[in-house]
């Protein structure tokens, strides 16, 4: 017999299901812009800050609202509340003589703007010295016979140059590590590791990026050389080394001399 209240409940509760199912994505950006405060009051932001600096170097206030997309009146409401918050005049208007018509930061207006700036530009360099840091990558170097395993990039940057093989390290790993999964990726052998040729740091050594590469010399331990997506092994005579990517040359040239004094 049937329930229409209880086939409605039951509708009801797939429609219910069916509804948290459905995942709403959501995209969040830490947003944080710098403003100046006196008190608990908003002094300056960046908007407020340009519209000082316009009226600086342009010398008029029409001017530089025009340049900021605002009205004349809009842009004098502005300055009239920045001057209510902090108490002083910062902006003076020329009403007569040769600067007729002209609008002038005054020494509190110019001191307010500096101390913006340069509050935003330590942030910026604070930011920069936390955020900013080089990546770690390592590189290998097996060379057998007089000739070198070098691999021929398929991808940007330096496509279709040789260089050594090698790759970023991943969090949580060591670079010996590292090098070792990146030869067996890259060129389907297995290696040990002999030594560490040397660390190498220059801040444009990569294109992409800083980074900081740890060279080790390699010694084979067999498998078969393979392509992989992003390179193509190969073996290549010490005595027709072509140009490299990255600073790869020098780390080449760096391993012949080191390898003649270990003779």
Not at 81 to 101: H, N, P, T
Not at 217 to 229: A, F, I
Request: proline share 4%; net charge positive; glycine share 10%.
């Amino acid at each position: 017999m049937r329930n229409p209240t209880a086939e409605k409940g039951i509708k009801s509760i797939q429609g219910h299901r069916r509804n948290r199912q459905k995942v709403v994505q959501i995209h969040f950006e830490l947003d944080l812009r710098p403003v100046l405060r006196t008190g608990d009051k908003s002094l300056m932001g960046a908007g407020r800050a340009r519209l000082l600096r316009q009226i600086k170097e342009l010398g008029s206030l029409s001017k530089a609202a025009k340049e900021m997309g605002m009205s004349y009146r809009h842009a004098w409401g502005v300055i009239h509340r920045m001057e209510e918050i902090c108490g002083e005049k910062i902006v003076r208007s020329v009403r007569g003589g040769a600067g007729r018509g002209q609008s002038v930061l005054t020494s509190a207006g110019d001191r307010i703007l500096s101390e913006f700036e340069s509050r935003v530009t330590a942030l910026k360099e604070a930011q920069g010295r936390t955020y900013r840091k080089p990546s770690l990558t390592a590189d290998g170097i097996l060379a057998i016979g007089g000739k070198m395993l070098l691999v021929k990039r398929k991808n940007d940057p330096f496509r279709g140059r040789y260089a050594l093989p090698g790759g970023f390290v991943e969090y949580g790993e060591t670079v010996e590590d590292c090098v070792i999964r990146e030869i067996r990726e890259e060129t389907g052998l297995i290696v040990s590791i002999d030594r560490l040729l040397g660390v190498y740091s220059a801040p444009g050594r990569d294109p992409r990026g800083h980074t900081v590469s740890a060279v080790f010399v390699l010694t084979s331990r067999g498998g078969p050389l393979t392509d992989s997506d992003e390179t193509h092994p190969e073996w290549v005579s010490l005595e027709k080394m072509p140009p490299l990517a990255f600073d790869h040359d020098s780390i080449v040239s760096d391993y012949l001399k080191s390898s003649k004094k270990c003779r």
